[in-house]
C-alpha cells in the first residue's frame, strides 16, 4: 500500500514540477528589447528642441523637436521621433530634405470618465507604454532602411530659446 501511495503521490508531483518551468502564452515581457544602431546610414548635423507660446487665449503651447542631417542614405525612410515619452511623427519639408521636425502639442489634461455606467467609462482610453527609458534631452530616431526598422538614440539635444507667438489681430492689413 505504502508503495502505490508514493506512485501516486510522484505521478501527481512530477506533471505539477514540469508544468511550473513552462511559461504561458500570455504572459508579456517588460517591453520591446530594441537595441540602438551604433552606425546609422546618416549623421546629424544638429539636433535641438524648441518650445513655443502661443500669443492668443486658448492658443495652446508645445516643443518642436528638430533633426538636421549633414548625411543621409538615399533609401533610408524617417519616421518617429520618441521623445519625453511621445511618439512625433517626424515631418519632412520637401524644400529641406534633410530637415525633420516632431511636433508635440502640450494638451489639457483630459479627465478619467468614472461612472456607474460601464459603457460611459469605455470612453476612457489607455495610456500605452513608452518604450524607452529617456532623459529630458534624449530622443530616439525610428527610421526604415534596407526594408528593417531601425533606432538610433540621440543624446544631450540642445534646447533652443522659446518662441512666443505674438498675438496678432486677423482683421489688421498692413
Known amino acids: 500500500m505504502k508503495t502505490n501511495m508514493k506512485t501516486i503521490a510522484i ?27 551604433q552606425n546609422p546610414p546618416f549623421k546629424i548635423s544638429e539636433a535641438y528642441y524648441q518650445n513655443w507660446v502661443a500669443g492668443v487665449k486658448d492658443g495652446g503651447s508645445g516643443t518642436n523637436v528638430h533633426i538636421i542631417f549633414s548625411e543621409i542614405q538615399p533609401d533610408v525612410v524617417i519616421q518617429n521621433i520618441y521623445f519625453r515619452n511621445h511618439i512625433l511623427e517626424a515631418k519632412g519639408n520637401i524644400n529641406e530634405p534633410k530637415q525633420f521636425v516632431g511636433y508635440l502639442k502640450n494638451e489639457s489634461q483630459r479627465d478619467v470618465i ?8 469605455a470612453q476612457n482610453t489607455p495610456s500605452k507604454a513608452f518604450p524607452f527609458k529617456l532623459e529630458n534631452n534624449q530622443a530616439v530616431l525610428e527610421y526604415w532602411f534596407e526594408g ?26 498692413e
Open 11 to 37: 505521478i501527481l508531483t512530477v506533471p505539477f514540477f514540469l508544468l511550473s518551468f513552462s511559461n504561458c502564452g500570455g504572459a508579456k515581457a517588460d517591453g520591446p528589447k530594441t537595441s540602438f544602431e
Open 114 to 121: 468614472m461612472d456607474a455606467d460601464p459603457m460611459k467609462e
Open 148 to 173: 528593417k526598422k531601425h533606432y538610433f538614440k540621440i543624446s544631450n539635444l540642445s534646447e533652443k530659446e522659446m518662441i512666443p507667438y505674438p498675438q496678432a489681430n486677423p482683421n489688421q492689413h
